[in-house]
Every structure is written in C-alpha cells, then in structure tokens.
C-alpha cells in the first residue's frame, strides 16, 4: 500500500500536479499513523492480556491460600468455643457450689486451659503479591480492598489472642501456688504417665478447693468472658471476611 502511494507521489511530482502530489502525501501520513496507532492497540492489547493470565494465577493461588486459612480458622473456632464451654462447666460448679469428682474436674481444667489459641492464616503468596508491588494490578476494587487490608484485621486478631493468652495465665498462675496441684490435673487428665513418662504420685493433693475459691472464680470468669468475645467478636466477623474474600475470588477467576 505504501509503496503505491509513493508511486503516485511520484508520477504527481513529476507532472507537476502539486495539489494532487500534497493530498497523496497527506493521505500517506495518515495511513502510517493510522498503522502506528493500530499497532500500538495491539501492543496494548497484548501487555493487558498477559497481565490478566498473571492476575488468574494470582488469584487461583489466593483462592487456595485463603480456603486453607477458612479450614484453619473454623478448626480454631471449635477449639475455642469447647476451651470456653468446658471453663463454664467449672464456674457452674463454682455457681451451684456442687463439688465434682476430682478426674472429671481435672479434664476440665486441662482441657479448659492446656490449648493456646493462635491463628496463622497461609499468607506467603499474599505477602510476595503485596511485596511485589502487584495488588495494583488486581481489577475488583472490592477485592483489592479486602487483601490490602488483610495483615491489620489478622493483627488486630493477634492483639485480641494476646490478651485471651494473659487472661489464661492468670488462671493457671493459681496453680503454681499453694492453692492448686497442677500434678493431680495432669495425673487424672493421664498426661503425666502416658505423655510425659513420669510415675504418678502415691497421695495427690485435691483441686476441689478451687470450687470455692474466689480468686479463682475472679480469674475464671474474665477467661470465659474473653474466650467467648473471641468468637463473637473477632473469628466468626473474620470468617465472614474470608467467605466474602473467596466469593470474590470466585467470581473473578470465572
């Protein structure tokens, strides 16, 4: 095409014919913008197309991270909620000042008080996404919002685990006194000898004082209390987060 239009030039020039030879000179520089601009579309056409393939990678890892986080947060809810169901079976005996058999209110008190709740979502491929400086580049904006604010809401998470873990402390810091045997609850719990390997005792001390015990009643119950703000609170509003985060990622992989 262009070669014709320089022939044509040409023959124009040649005959002299300068209004013809200026309208076929303007029409040969439009065509080359025109080829320019077309190229370029393609260009642009394509740099979009890999980033979008980049972008489904991206987030089918995402989805994969966040359902196993789904799996680790709903497993940590339940271990919540029976730790904090099993605390407020010992505070109704405190309540009703009904005295359990000693074994039953050890594995209450192990189980009440032996498990750390920690949440520790799968993070790498989200962390190396916002490293990277890629989270740009993710087209929902809703979802963009959601990943980017995702390491403040699982520290704020973190700070709430941290207080729950003190509150614990404060429980079991009766047991390093007088006023608790921490010997009998690992001994009726069957930690000492089948987990530890050591000898159970000949004469344990008894733990059935504590169902009288205000200190512990006053330690006990902020326990409960914050175990249960936990859930309420904090894991159950996240796990919303997550299924919205996964609905979204859904939604754009399809």
Do not use: C
């Given at each position: 095409?262009?070669?014709?239009?320089?022939?044509?030039?040409?023959?124009?020039?040649?005959?002299?014919?300068?209004?013809?030879?200026?309208?076929?000179?303007?029409?040969?520089?439009?065509?080359?913008?025109?080829?320019?601009?077309?190229?370029?579309?393609?260009?642009?056409?394509?740099?979009?197309?890999?980033?979008?393939?980049?972008?489904?990678?991206?987030?089918?890892?995402l989805q994969s991270e966040f359902e196993q986080s789904l799996n680790k947060l709903q497993t940590l809810i339940e271990v919540n909620k029976s730790v904090y169901e099993?605390?407020?079976?010992?505070?109704?005996?405190?309540?009703?000042?009904?005295?359990?058999?000693?074994?039953?209110?050890?594995?209450?008190?192990?189980?009440?008080?032996?498990?750390?709740?920690?949440?520790?979502?799968?993070?790498?491929?989200?962390?190396?996404?916002?490293?990277?400086?890629?989270?740009?580049?993710?087209?929902?904006?809703?979802?963009?919002?959601?990943?980017?604010?995702?390491?403040?809401?699982?520290?704020?998470?973190?700070?709430?685990?941290?207080?729950?873990?003190?509150?614990?402390?404060?429980?079991?810091?009766?047991?390093?006194?007088?006023?608790?045997?921490?010997?009998?609850?690992?001994?009726?719990?069957?930690?000492i000898d089948q987990q530890m390997g050591l000898k159970k005792s000949k004469n344990q001390d008894s733990n059935l004082n504590l169902i009288t015990s205000r200190e512990?009643?006053?330690?006990?119950?902020?326990?409960?209390?914050?175990?249960?703000?936990?859930?309420?609170?904090?894991?159950?509003?996240?796990?919303?987060?997550?299924?919205?985060?996964?609905?979204?990622?859904?939604?754009?992989?399809?």
């Amino acid at each position: 095409m262009l070669r014709l239009f320089r022939k044509i030039r040409l023959k124009l020039f040649r005959e002299n014919k300068v209004s013809h030879y200026m309208l076929y000179a303007l029409g040969e520089i439009i065509l080359i913008v025109i080829g320019i601009l077309i190229a370029m579309e393609i260009g642009n056409w394509n740099e979009q197309r890999k980033i979008r393939q980049l972008e489904l990678v991206y987030l089918q890892g995402l989805q994969s991270e966040f359902e196993q986080s789904l799996n680790k947060l709903q497993t940590l809810i339940e271990v919540n909620k029976s730790v904090y169901e099993d605390a407020k079976k010992i505070a109704d005996y405190i309540t009703t000042g009904y005295f359990p058999e000693e074994q039953h209110l050890s594995i209450l008190i192990f189980n009440a008080f032996s498990r750390e709740q920690a949440y520790n979502p799968n993070n790498s491929l989200l962390n190396e996404i916002i490293s990277a400086g890629y989270l740009k580049n993710i087209t929902n904006p809703e979802l963009r919002r959601e990943l980017s604010s995702w390491e403040s809401v699982i520290q704020g998470i973190h700070r709430q685990e941290a207080t729950l873990r003190e509150q614990r402390e404060l429980v079991l810091d009766i047991f390093r006194k007088d006023t608790g045997s921490m010997r009998t609850v690992l001994e009726q719990a069957n930690i000492i000898d089948q987990q530890m390997g050591l000898k159970k005792s000949k004469n344990q001390d008894s733990n059935l004082n504590l169902i009288t015990s205000r200190e512990f009643e006053n330690n006990l119950l902020p326990y409960i209390l914050t175990g249960m703000m936990m859930e309420s609170e904090h894991y159950k509003p996240l796990l919303d987060r997550i299924n919205r985060i996964l609905q979204l990622l859904e939604e754009e992989i399809k």
